[in-house]
Structure formats: structure tokens, C-alpha cells
């Protein structure tokens, strides 16, 4: 499937920063920090990164997470200031990415560098259906977090 795309910043048109999978088996598609120099991040706060490009899905059945970068959080404590985000089939602006500097050391973010990934999933419209009360139990009922136990 074709998704257009608007290329905002000169660099990306660039084979070696253009948005693409990283590897065939990838899920996702490195976004990367369109900046002019490096941002630190200090402890527990977060920056606000141009991605350098807009896209326009244009499907009611798909739509678009910006997820983060497993690596980035595990080793570093960088995540999404926003946990994840999505993107509408209609929206046509800027995709931006929230860091959030979860760790107790300074972060720098160097221009180009990747930051997030962008995932296209399949959506499902729904319609709600009223009731007073559900047709069967389900075997979970109404618990909640953690209802089962650790183990």
C-alpha cells in the first residue's frame, strides 16, 4: 500500500535519512529528529522534535502509531512524553515526537538520529449497542487490574 508523504525537510530526501524499514522483517519505520544541533534533555523533561515530514493516510480502515524505540528506553530511559501517539487517516500536518527523559543522567539527541518508530494498523469502526445489561457473564466479569495475581 502507497501512503503519501510530504518530505518538510531538505536532509530526509537523502537515501541515508529518508524514512524507511530498517530491515524486511521491521514493523515499524524509524523517525528521525530533524534538527540543526544536538538538544540535551535533562533529567525528567521532555523536548518537543520535528520529524521533518507529514504524511496523508487517507484510508477510514488504517491508521498510524508513533511508538517508541525499544532500545532508546531500556538502555537510556527515552521515551514518548505522550506514551504513544496516533495518527488520524485525515490528519495532514507535521508528525512530531514528544521525548521524555525518564532517567537521572543527561540525554543528547544529535541531528538525524532516530527517536521513534511509525507503525500503520488496520482500524475497525465500531457502533454501540445500549444495554441494560450484557447478554452472558464473561469469565472475567467486572475485575480489574491485576485480578488474577502476580503469578
Known amino acids: 500500500m502507497k501512503i503519501d508523504i510530504k518530505i518538510l525537510n531538505k536532509n530526509l530526501k537523502k537515501k541515508k535519512f529518508f524514512p524507511k524499514y530498517s ?6 519505520i524509524d523517525l528521525r529528529a530533524c534538527i540543526s544541533k544536538k538538544i540535551n534533555i535533562k533529567k525528567n523533561e521532555s523536548f518537543l522534535f ?3 515530514i507529514s504524511i496523508y493516510i487517507n484510508s477510514l480502515t488504517l491508521s498510524a502509531f508513533i511508538i517508541p524505540r525499544s532500545g532508546l528506553g531500556h538502555k537510556n530511559g527515552i ?4 506514551s504513544v501517539g496516533l495518527i488520524d487517516s485525515d490528519y495532514q500536518g507535521e508528525i512530531m515526537v514528544s521525548l521524555w527523559n525518564r532517567s ?3 540525554y543528547c539527541v544529535n541531528p538525524y538520529d532516530r527517536i521513534a518508530q511509525i507503525v500503520f494498523v488496520p482500524i475497525k469502526k465500531v457502533t454501540f449497542n445500549v444495554v441494560k445489561n ?3 457473564k464473561s469469565e ?10 502476580k503469578n
Open 23 to 28: 530491515t524486511t522483517g521491521s514493523a515499524g
Open 134 to 136: 450484557f447478554s452472558e
Open 104 to 106: 537521572n543522567k543527561l
Open 50 to 52: 520535528s520529524t521533518g
Open 140 to 149: 472475567r466479569g467486572i475485575f480489574g487490574f491485576g485480578h488474577t495475581g
Open 79 to 82: 521515551i514518548l512524553g505522550n
